[in-house]
């Protein structure tokens, strides 16, 4: 077994991590410390130049105890002591196997922070039984938190149970467990999905609406003209906005959801909400945020334009969607638009405008 100390660019930072690597199988520990890049154009300041020092310092005697405690067979990599091994780098050493996967890793990482913020420290499979599976399930119901700091949707409760659930059957395959305390207590039910969406004269409101965030505002316009998520349009560059004769305006990009390369046409008036264009490697929406305090700034917007419905960013998506389909686009193409690989996901969408018809129906009543 090596233990090997290494660096990953993530974001602005560089984060330190751990590899191991035995017997032909690799996991990876991250340290949850980081390094300050070197820029040519920028000297670094005394205060990040020690803390570099300090954290490169710490990562390495983290590494060297480490080291320590794999040749004793404590973390159970070796064929003695499996069940005290940590379940957390267990379930760390499988998101990071998902890196590469199309679509999957994002819910593994999502369901790491959560596992992280329910266990504080650490967690060996010897600890877990039918009882930490159930703390944990209500954990997700009442305590864990989204971004937006709201409760999860029964659906995410429901994704990130069930990747634990796939983590304990994995391990029982490996042979780290002899029995998957998981198969002895039932699941998180997913809920019916609730896409809430725009009218065509609600999306007219709010185009004539001020809101505090201009930025928010184009990206969300934009969203319910083209249909694209808030993480392609987050880092959506200039040089993916594209022309030609055949096609017109379109957009060539690789969806960070499911990896997939993507040509969706956009309409003149979708390419007139850019604005000017800039440097080709430069983000078409530079300076666009997510939080809560950008959240409540979009339910501001949204109220101003006498919109009283809950709505999120995603909302755009399930508005160009719902419109799509009200307005006569076939289902099949609708689902292309979106980039969907499965029609059944875009069978929602036909679903909720099924509803609405038989809703405006029941309106006509007559007194006989």
Same mark, same amino acid.
């Given at each position: 077994?090596?233990?090997?100390?290494?660096?990953?660019?993530?974001?602005?930072?560089?984060?330190?991590?751990?590899?191991?690597?035995?017997?032909?199988?690799?996991?990876?520990?991250?340290?949850?410390?980081?390094?300050?890049?070197?820029?040519?154009?920028?000297?670094?300041?005394?205060?990040?130049?020690?803390?570099?020092?300090?954290?490169?310092?710490?990562?390495?005697?983290?590494?060297?105890?480490?080291?320590?405690? =794999?040749?004793?067979?404590?973390?159970?990599?070796?064929?003695?002591?499996?069940?005290?091994?940590?379940?957390?780098?267990?379930?760390?050493?499988?998101?990071?196997?998902?890196?590469?996967?199309?679509?999957?890793?994002?819910?593994?990482?999502?369901?790491?922070?959560?596992?992280?913020?329910?266990?504080?420290?650490?967690?060996?499979?010897?600890?877990?039984?039918?009882?930490?599976?159930?703390?944990?399930?209500?954990?997700?119901?009442?305590?864990?938190?989204?971004?937006?700091?709201?409760?999860?949707?029964?659906?995410?409760?429901?994704?990130?149970?069930?990747?634990?659930?796939?983590?304990?059957?994995?391990?029982?395959?490996?042979?780290?467990?002899? @029995?998957?305390?998981?198969?002895?207590?039932?699941?998180?039910?997913?809920?019916?999905?609730?896409?809430?969406?725009?009218?065509?004269?609600?999306?007219?409101?709010?185009?004539?609406?001020?809101?505090?965030?201009?930025?928010?505002?184009?990206?969300?316009?934009?969203?319910?003209?083209?249909?694209? @998520?808030?993480?392609?349009?987050?880092?959506?560059?200039?040089?993916?906005?594209?022309?030609? @004769?055949?096609?017109?305006?379109?957009?060539?990009?690789?969806?960070?959801?499911?990896?997939?390369?993507?040509?969706?046409?956009?309409?003149?008036?979708?390419?007139?909400?850019?604005?000017?264009?800039?440097?080709?490697?430069?983000?078409?929406?530079?300076?666009?945020?997510?939080?809560?305090?950008?959240?409540?700034?979009?339910?501001?917007?949204? =109220?101003?334009?006498?919109?009283?419905?809950?709505?999120?960013?995603?909302?755009?998506?399930?508005?160009?969607?719902?419109?799509?389909?009200?307005?006569?686009?076939?289902?099949?193409?609708?689902?292309? =638009? =979106?980039?969907?690989?499965?029609?059944?996901?875009?069978?929602?969408?036909?679903?909720?405008?099924?509803?609405?018809?038989?809703?405006?129906?029941?309106?006509?009543?007559?007194?006989?």
């Amino acid at each position: 077994m090596t233990v090997t100390l290494r660096q990953r660019k993530k974001g602005d930072k560089i984060s330190l991590y751990l590899d191991y690597y035995h017997q032909g199988k690799r996991q990876y520990e991250y340290l949850q410390l980081y390094l300050v890049p070197v820029s040519a154009k920028e000297k670094l300041s005394k205060e990040q130049k020690d803390e570099n020092k300090k954290n490169l310092a710490l990562a390495k005697a983290i590494r060297s105890k480490r080291h320590t405690e =794999l040749q004793n067979g404590i973390y159970g990599f070796q064929d003695q002591g499996k069940l005290k091994g940590s379940f957390l780098r267990y379930f760390e050493y499988l998101t990071e196997k998902r890196r590469i996967s199309k679509g999957n890793h994002g819910n593994w990482d999502s369901t790491l922070k959560h596992l992280k913020k329910f266990v504080k420290f650490d967690i060996t499979f010897e600890q877990i039984n039918k009882r930490w599976l159930e703390d944990f399930k209500e954990f997700l119901q009442k305590e864990a938190r989204t971004p937006a700091n709201t409760n999860l949707s029964q659906n995410s409760q429901s994704s990130y149970y069930n990747k634990v659930r796939a983590a304990l059957r994995e391990a029982f395959k490996e042979g780290i467990i002899q @029995r998957n305390p998981a198969e002895e207590i039932a699941g998180v039910k997913a809920g019916e999905p609730q896409r809430e969406f725009l009218t065509l004269d609600e999306l007219q409101a709010l185009a004539h609406a001020e809101c505090e965030i201009p930025i928010m505002k184009q990206a969300f316009l934009f969203s319910a003209l083209t249909g694209l @998520r808030w993480s392609d349009i987050q880092k959506l560059t200039w040089d993916e906005v594209q022309h030609s @004769r055949e096609i017109g305006n379109y957009i060539r990009f690789i969806q960070k959801k499911t990896k997939g390369t993507e040509t969706l046409p956009i309409s003149e008036q979708a390419l007139q909400l850019l604005g000017e264009r800039s440097s080709p490697s430069n983000k078409v929406f530079s300076g666009l945020k997510y939080s809560a305090w950008h959240n409540l700034r979009l339910q501001q917007w949204m =109220l101003k334009a006498g919109i009283t419905k809950s709505i999120t960013f995603h909302c755009a998506r399930h508005t160009y969607a719902t419109l799509q389909l009200t307005l006569g686009t076939d289902i099949y193409t609708v689902s292309k =638009l =979106l980039g969907h690989k499965d029609l059944k996901t875009t069978q929602i969408y036909a679903k909720i405008i099924d509803e609405k018809k038989k809703e405006a129906a029941s309106k006509i009543h007559l007194s006989l």
